[in-house]
């Protein structure tokens, strides 16, 4: 059985991003955790302009260099993945940490996890050391 979206959310409360925050030395501000708080828990694998549009609900005189900023610091923090696509000019953000694999909606665009457990990939590369694979599928869910 695959992922389910929203099913692995990593929805930290505020006072456990504080900590992790702390834990990798730096000062939780209330705008890294808002932004922490966004990404972990309603946003899902957004864009740096996603995470702008929205601080600028929140935050009106948030700068995109402070957006970028948090969302580096939360990813060295080890709370958010950074990954790049080929599809997309952006880098996402994601609050999936573990290894998994992506599904893009052939429709929407709309990017969901998929579990690595649900493939058998193997690669047969000499004098290749794999550090890490990402396979991301166009397609559609079919509902069930
Ligand atoms: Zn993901």
């Known amino acids: 059985m695959g992922y389910t979206l929203g099913l692995k959310r990593s929805c930290l409360t505020s006072e456990e991003i504080e900590r992790r925050l702390a834990d990798a030395g730096v000062h939780a501000t209330a705008q890294r955790i808002a932004i922490a708080r966004y990404v972990l828990c309603e946003a899902d694998h957004p864009t740096a302009d996603q995470v702008k549009s929205w601080a600028d609900k929140n935050f009106p005189k948030m700068s995109m ?80």
């Open 65 to 144: 260099a402070t957006v970028y900023n948090t969302l580096k610091i939360l990813v060295a923090a080890g709370l958010l993945k950074k990954i790049a696509f080929p599809h997309l000019n952006e880098a996402v953000y994601d609050d999936n940490i573990t290894a998994h694999y992506h599904l893009i909606d052939e429709k929407t665009g709309r990017m969901s996890d998929l579990d690595p457990a649900d493939f058998k990939v193997t690669a047969n590369l000499k004098g290749v050391r794999i550090k890490e694979i990402e396979i991301f599928i166009k397609g559609r869910r079919e509902l069930s």
